[in-house]
């Protein structure tokens, strides 16, 4: 069984910043790509940033400039790192990671439960 435990959302000021963790846990053989989502209300589910095994990483251009990903490979945990935090920015976040596992053993999409990121303005 694999899991993704998100922490770190929460609310806060327009223009100021937060920091998401996504830790990935269980019968865990490899970690390729991961990343973070976002879901506004009335909207679908869309990419925010992902980042490969081998640390590169990928941005939707509405947060190019403002949101950093990173990873520990020995932790299997990613980090969105959100600065300059805009009213839009407001959704659920949702962490995924491409996972194989010592039960699956081929790639399998494995998602978090969300964390709810609300910005004021």
């Known amino acids: 069984q694999v899991q993704l435990v998100e922490s770190g959302g929460g609310l806060v000021q327009a223009g100021g910043s937060l920091r998401l963790s996504c830790a990935a846990s269980?019968?865990?053989?490899?970690?390729?790509?991961m990343g973070w989502y976002r879901q506004a209300p009335g909207k679908q589910r869309e990419l925010v940033a992902a980042?490969?095994?081998?640390?590169?990483?990928n941005y939707a251009d509405s947060v190019k400039g403002r949101f950093t990903i990173s990873r520990d490979n020995a932790k299997n945990t990613v980090y969105l790192q959100m600065n300059s935090l805009k009213s839009e920015d407001t959704a659920v976040y949702y962490c995924n990671a491409n996972i194989v596992s010592y039960t699956r053993w081929v790639p399998y999409d494995y998602w978090g439960q969300g964390t709810q990121v609300t910005v004021s303005s």
């Open positions: 269980g019968s865990i053989f490899s970690i390729n790509a």
């Open positions: 980042i490969t095994s081998g640390g590169t990483p």
